[in-house]
């Protein structure tokens, strides 16, 4: 087990780089399954998550092999169309192989994703939209079992509601190449789905409508292979943006490169700006410059280009370092909010109450041993670590891992005591002689 042991106090200056996104490189891997041939996809980040799901693609028959910073996947065979509970349960996005496997094969056997660190993430919505396109469904042993009729799904109508990411890409990968027309309607618009899109257009899908919330698809029996470069990171960004608020010093602003503002969108764009801070863009960098005090801004997430569920528990640590009380409302999970308990055992003073959090700033915070319990939970206590008076253990990063690239790296360039270090969890506490 590994663990980030973080000293608190020192200002975070330099230029931070942004590693090209997770959430967009996923639908990407699983796009290339739908044509037969090898695709070249640029810009791969180095993750836990990325890792798993090459494995995934391997058990279908696809070849996955990393080329300078990104991937090839040779899908010229993809014979076992199957998607395992070991790796799904690990990552959930694991699930668009349901999509990418009806769409390429005409059957699918993947295993539901079953719970999550913060409560339950339903698929219905994926389920419902595949049955809409004609697949045939059965539940067994844990595993979804689809088919289509004759091998391969017909077009059809789909309304998501809510608006959803992952059933948004799964649908997309299912209906490019069935027989005929579909409809996604309140289909979600991220940046992540838009860059999606642009590669399944690459591999001669036919799309209109993309970054809108219809999308209107006319199927083709195979898609080719296709060279693609991935988006950077929208929710390392935002990640970075809170850290040079917060442990950066006005005179010497924090630079952030290979970065993409516009896919933050303006809710958050606007709460950052309503605490203090500034940005100036230049290009595909972005200039911190922190406030001698920040303001507290309350916020409440939403679907893009509202304020990303990804970014709240980040927000909540900056929200401890203003002077004054507001709060955290999430509304696409109601229940994110591990990371609270931990962030506690810091000082933070912070009540949860429903899907809300109210933080009252001004304490000071204190080092502790702490512990992950999700990808974003795992990134507040690094950053709570950075300004809290003390050394801090964030445990079991294997959570970090999965979402951000060299994280300790690029913090210890930009003057932050941080280092990496195995430990036992289970060793018993030394007894103080
Ligand atoms: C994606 O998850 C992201 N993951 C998540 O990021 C992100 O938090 C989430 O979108 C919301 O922005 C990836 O892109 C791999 P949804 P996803 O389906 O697709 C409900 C991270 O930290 N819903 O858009 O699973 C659901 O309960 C991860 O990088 C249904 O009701 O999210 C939620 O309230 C964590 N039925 C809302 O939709 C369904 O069938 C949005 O979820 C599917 C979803």
């Not at 959430?23 to 399954?33: Q, Y």
């Not at 990393?66 to 790796?87: K, T, V």
Request: hydrophobic fraction near 45%.
């Amino acid at each position: 087990m590994e663990k980030l042991v973080i000293t608190g106090g020192n200002a975070l200056r330099g230029t931070l780089p942004i590693s090209a996104s997770k959430n967009a490189a996923l639908p990407l891997m699983a796009a290339a399954i739908l044509g037969p041939g090898t695709c070249r996809l640029g810009r791969i980040p180095q993750l836990r998550d990325i890792t798993t799901f090459s494995h995934v693609l391997r058990i279908a028959g696809a070849e996955v092999s990393r080329e300078g910073d990104g991937l090839l996947i040779d899908a010229s065979r993809i014979n076992f169309p199957e998607a395992p509970y070991e790796l799904v349960k690990k990552m959930r996005a694991s699930f668009y192989m349901l999509g990418a496997l009806l769409g390429r094969c005409g059957r699918a056997r993947v295993s539901l994703p079953g719970g999550c660190a913060w409560g339950p993430r339903p698929v219905n919505l994926h389920i419902d939209g595949m049955k809409a396109l004609g697949a045939t469904i059965d539940l067994e042993e844990g595993y979804v079992v689809a088919s289509a009729p004759n091998g391969r799904l017909h077009g059809g109508t789909i309304v998501l509601q809510p608006s959803s990411v992952g059933a948004t890409v799964n649908l997309l990968l299912a209906a490019s190449t069935a027989r005929g027309g579909s409809r996604i309607e309140n289909a979600a618009i991220e940046p992540d789905v838009v860059v999606f899109c642009e590669m399944l257009q690459a591999m001669g899908a036919r799309l209109h409508g993309t970054g809108t919330r219809t999308i209107e698809i006319e199927g083709v029996p195979l898609l080719r292979p296709a060279t693609f470069a991935n988006c950077p990171d929208r929710i390392e960004l935002g990640t970075f943006m809170i850290a040079a608020a917060i442990a950066g010093i006005p005179e010497k602003p924090v630079t952030l490169t290979g970065a993409r503002a516009d896919h933050l969108g303006q809710d958050f764009m606007g709460a950052f700006l309503r605490t203090g801070a500034r940005f100036e863009i230049a290009d595909d960098k972005i200039l911190i410059i922190p406030p001698e005090v920040l303001t507290p801004v309350s916020i409440v997430t939403a679907i893009y280009p509202g304020f990303p569920t990804d970014l709240q528990a980040q927000w909540t640590v900056l929200l401890a370092c203003c002077e004054g009380t507001a709060t955290v409302t999430d509304q696409v999970y109601g229940d994110r909010f591990n990371h609270i308990p931990e962030l506690a055992r810091m000082g933070i003073e912070v009540r949860v109450n429903g899907n809300t959090v109210t933080v009252a700033g001004g304490t000071k915070l204190k080092g502790a041993r702490v512990m992950s319990t999700d990808l974003r939970a795992s990134v507040s206590l690094v950053l709570a670590a950075m300004v809290a008076e003390g050394t801090t253990h964030v445990g079991r990063i294997y959570h970090l891992d999965r979402g951000y690239e060299r994280l300790e790296d690029k913090l210890s360039t930009c003057g932050i005591d941080i280092r990496r270090e195995a430990y036992d969890e289970f060793a018993a506490p030394e007894v103080p002689a």
